[in-house]
């Protein structure tokens, strides 16, 4: 994407939630006594497991059920989520790993401007929202790509979707939308 002065913008992917399933009863106990890097919450029903390559922190329940977040990639959410499984098969588990599947994106991208959040909010009324007494951040959600943007004043983006490739094209939809009410610069 690039814009009038040809300055491409990063979209830098901070967070992967990732889900699969092991397709057996996992012992929470046995976990949480034999396992490394462990924490057992008891009155939640689940473990957290956290792994160093990738950084991964998963929520494990006993159903067999495993959400991974913490990976900054899709591939390092699939290669993080197959390490937790060969941990718990390594605990003795019939683990098998199944129905991997991301869940959410969250990045960042910054625009090389400043936006004046009102206009942008009157000049998309229906999409766009801005309630500055709780928010300070307009928030426009792409119905058709499920993403929602919040954009700051600052021309700070968080964008959040259901997969990498709907968060880019969810930057490259609300480009546009931005360019037309930057705040002009100061000198």
């Known amino acids: 994407m690039e814009s009038n002065n040809d300055e491409a913008l990063d979209i830098i992917v901070t967070n992967v939630v ?5 397709r057996c009863h996992l012992n929470l106990r046995k976990i949480a006594l034999e ?11 689940k473990v957290l497991m956290k792994l160093r390559k990738p950084t991964i922190t998963a929520s494990i329940w006993s159903s067999g059920k495993i959400i991974c977040t913490g990976a900054t990639s899709e591939e390092e959410a699939k290669l993080g989520a197959r390490r937790l499984a060969r941990c718990l098969q390594k605990l003795g588990f019939k683990v098998r790993f199944s129905a991997f599947r991301v869940v959410n994106v969250l990045a960042v991208c ?25 928010h300070p951040a307009a ?13 700051f004043s600052t021309g700070s983006l968080t964008v959040t979707g259901p997969n990498v490739q709907n968060v880019a094209s969810a930057v490259e939809h609300i480009y546009p939308l931005l360019y037309e009410c930057q705040k002009p610069r100061c000198k």
Do not use: C, W
């Open 139 to 151: 928030t426009y959600r792409i119905k058709n790509l499920k993403a929602t943007v919040q954009v």
């Open 18 to 22: 990732a889900t699969f399933r092991t």
């Open 110 to 134: 910054s625009m090389p401007f400043a936006v004046h959040l009102i206009d942008f909010t009157k000049n998309n009324r229906p999409i766009a929202s801005y309630e500055p007494e709780l």
């Open 35 to 45: 396992g490394i890097n462990v924490i057992y919450k008891p009155e939640v029903g």
